[in-house]
Nanobody, 120 residues
Framework: QVQLVESGGGLVQAGGSLRLSCAASGRTFFNGYGVDSMGWFRQAPGKEREFVGMFRWSANTTHYSDSVLGRFTMSSDSSKNTVHLQMDSLEAEDTGVYYC?????????WGKGTQVTVSS
């Protein structure tokens, strides 16, 4: 099992910034496979969970949803199995619970989430 722990959520005014972090621990290397991808989804009240962004170490690529492109930036530390999400120019629509995920082979693991609230 891989455990994911998010940190850095909170309350911020529109236009402000927050930085989320997610650290993976546990069986992060198993059967020759490490945690290859880590990223974020978010879920606003009454809405479905939506993709925010992800980083894939094997390809050294980062992908973002159109709604956050240009405002959010991911960074990573593969040696620590950690990713960060720098969120700038926050909008009220960015409010929600942000969930970290990590992929190892065909298994996706989830963190418990961290609340981000943007006041307008």
């Amino acid at each position: 099992q891989v455990q994911l722990v998010e940190s850095g959520g909170g309350l911020v005014q529109a236009g402000g910034s927050l930085r989320l972090s997610c650290a993976a621990s546990g069986r992060t290397f198993f059967n020759g496979y490490g945690v290859d991808s880590m990223g974020w989804f978010r879920q606003a009240p009454g809405k479905e969970r939506e993709f925010v962004g992800m980083f894939r170490w094997s390809a050294n690529t980062t992908h973002y949803s159109d709604s956050v492109l240009g405002r959010f930036t991911m960074s990573s530390d593969s040696s620590k199995n950690t990713v960060h999400l720098q969120m700038d120019s926050l909008e009220a629509e960015d409010t929600g619970v942000y969930y970290c995920f990590g992929d190892q082979q065909a298994q996706r693991y989830w963190g418990k989430g961290t609340q981000v609230t943007v006041s307008s």
